[in-house]
């Protein structure tokens, strides 16, 4: 398996890989800008080929870039979603000094006007920032259906892939939490989830995980990260949910409430076995 952690990116991106190297990583997530400001820091080509170079050297699996989780890209503001539409087709560009990897977005929050206008302005913003030639694979992230989130049943996401004409450029990255917290009950029977999300979704657009318990309970619709073992999904299901033969490859991303030692920790934990 390949597990890594959410790093922040002060140091550039040579030294994210080495810090998750330092902690048994092989993958890891950084935000592509500050979450709440943006601007995007200036991109050092030869920083961004070094860590290519260290990816390769030490067999890391697809790194995930994460959008400001601030966006709202199926807002009723049309500002709001002009503004979601400009980062993300910058960040996209910007993802190409660092080709072949992944993009992870939160799908948005509808503000009332439905799931199903939501999800037509979701696709109507992928098909305008996704181009043919671009190396990187956008994710859309489950959900947990906090407020109005579009995104927490396999069928919204469904309906957004099949909106969208670049379908190869187009994955999912499960976030155990929030599918936790949005009803699927990975504790009790994770073989039926990953049943039913490859029955509604294809398990082939599975391409990243964020591996985090819960501090909540089954359907809560909260989305708060728990550490691994210490809350509602508990170290045996994300264990099993961790080693599962059908995700073996993806990149594991821990979004846990933790310090680099407690990041370590988890990754030993859950590489063990
Ligand atoms: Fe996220
Ligand atoms: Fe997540
Ligand atoms: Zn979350």
Redesign the pocket.
């Known amino acids: 398996m390949h597990i890594g952690c959410h790093l922040s990116t002060t140091d550039g991106f040579l030294a994210m890989g080495q810090t998750a190297l330092s902690i048994g990583a092989d993958t890891f997530q950084f935000f592509t800008r500050n979450p709440r400001g943006s601007r995007a820091r200036q991109i050092d080509p030869d920083d961004a080929q070094a860590l290519m170079d260290f990816m390769d050297k030490h067999h890391f699996a697809r790194i995930i870039a994460?959008a400001p989780?601030t966006l709202n890209p199926c807002s009723s503001d049309d500002r709001t979603r002009q503004f979601a539409l400009d980062t993300m087709k910058d960040d996209l560009a910007r993802m190409e000094f660092t080709p072949g990897q992944l993009y992870?977005f939160?799908p948005g929050s509808h503000t009332g006007q439905g799931i199903e206008k939501g999800i037509e302005e979701i696709t109507l913003l992928l098909n305008s920032i996704i181009t043919e030639d671009q190396s990187t694979t956008v994710l859309l992230?489950t959900m947990a259906g906090k407020g109005t989130e579009v995104g927490s049943r396999f069928e919204e996401i469904r309906a957004i892939i099949d909106g969208v004409r670049m379908h190869d450029k187009i994955g999912v990255c499960m976030?155990t939490c929030h599918i936790f917290d949005a009803g699927y009950d990975i504790r009790g029977n994770w073989d039926k989830v990953l049943s039913e999300f490859d029955r509604i979704i294809g398990i082939g657009k599975l391409k990243a995980i964020?591996l985090n318990d819960s501090m909540n309970t089954l359907g809560s619709h909260k989305d708060r990260h728990q550490r691994i073992g210490e809350g509602g999904i508990g170290l045996e299901a994300l264990q099993r949910i961790a080693h599962c033969p059908a995700l073996s490859g993806l990149p594991f991303c821990l979004?846990t409430p933790n310090d680099l030692e407690g990041y370590r920790r988890e990754i030993e934990l859950l590489s063990a076995k």
């Open positions: 994460h989780y992870n939160h992230e976030d964020h979004e």
